[in-house]
C-alpha cells in the first residue's frame, strides 16, 4: 500500500507528460505533431506554461485511488492465482492463467477505483486499460520471478529488480494504447461548426490508426516506461 503511494507521487509527472505528450498542440500549435518534439520537450513545455505545481495535477485523486484500485487488484490477484493454484494440485500456473486472474483482478479493481467516471465511455476505457494493464504487469511479473529465480538462479535482488523491468515493459505496452484514446475523447474540442473530431472511442482509434499508424497509440511510451 505505501509503496504504491510512493510510485504514485513519483509516477505523475511522467504521467501528466504522456498525457501532455498526446495533446501537445495546446501548447505548440495545433499542427506539431508529438514526433516532432524530443523526449525531454514535453515536461519543459509543462514547466514554463503550468508551473512546477502543475506536474502533480490530480495527485490527491490518484492516490485515493490507488488506495482503493490498487489494494483490490492485487488483492484479488493474489486470491485468484492461490485459487487457480489449489486448482491445479500445487503446479505452478501457465502464463494464459496468471494473465486471465490478471484481467479479472483489473476489471474489478477498476470498477471499484473509479467510481467518479460518471461517463459510460470513460468508465468502459478505464475498464478496459485496467485490464489490459493489469494482463500485461501482473502475469509477466509472476512469470519473469519464476525465470529468473528457478531458471536463472538469480539472487533475491536480481528477482526483483529483473522482473519488474518486465513487468513495466509489458503493462506500458498493453495499456498505453487505451490510454491514448481514453486521453483524446477526455480533451477533445469542437471546431467551429460544434462538431466533435470523434464520435466514441472506436472512431478515435480507427482515425488515430489511419492517420498516424500503430505507433501513434504509443506516443510517449519512453515516458511512461521511465
Keep these: 500500500m505505501t509503496s504504491q503511494i510512493l510510485v504514485e507521487v513519483v ?46 495535477k490530480g495527485l490527491s485523486a490518484g492516490l485515493l485511488r490507488q488506495a482503493t484500485y490498487t489494494i483490490t487488484r492485487l488483492g484479488l490477484f493474489k486470491v485468484l492465482t492461490n485459487k487457480a493454484v489449489a486448482a491445479n494440485n500445487g503446479k505452478p500456473l501457465p502464463l494464459y492463467q496468471k494473465a486471465l486472474c490478471g484481467v479479472t483482478a483489473g476489471a474489478i479493481g477498476a470498477i471499484v477505483g473509479s467510481p467518479a467516471d460518471s461517463s459510460l465511455i470513460r468508465t468502459s476505457l478505464t475498464a478496459v486499460q485496467a485490464m489490459t494493464l493489469n494482463m500485461g504487469m501482473l502475469a509477466s511479473y509472476d512469470q519473469s520471478v519464476e525465470f529468473f529465480k528457478d531458471f536463472l538462479g538469480l539472487g533475491e535482488a536480481s528477482t526483483v529488480v529483473g522482473p519488474s523491468a518486465v513487468s513495466g515493459f509489458f503493462a506500458s505496452t498493453f495499456s498505453l494504447p ?40 504509443h506516443t510517449g511510451f519512453p515516458i511512461q516506461l521511465c
Design 11 to 56: 509516477h505523475d509527472p511522467s504521467g501528466r507528460s504522456v498525457h501532455t505528450t498526446s495533446s501537445v498542440g495546446k501548447f505548440v500549435g495545433r499542427n506539431c505533431s508529438p514526433r516532432q518534439l524530443p523526449m525531454g520537450e514535453t515536461p519543459r513545455l509543462i514547466y514554463w506554461n503550468e508551473a512546477l505545481q502543475s506536474f502533480h
Design 178 to 217: 487505451f490510454d491514448y484514446v481514453k486521453t483524446q475523447i477526455q480533451k477533445m474540442q469542437p471546431d467551429a461548426s460544434g462538431k466533435y473530431p470523434y464520435t466514441n472511442s472506436l472512431d478515435c482509434a480507427m482515425k488515430t490508426l489511419k492517420y498516424g499508424g500503430p505507433l501513434k497509440f
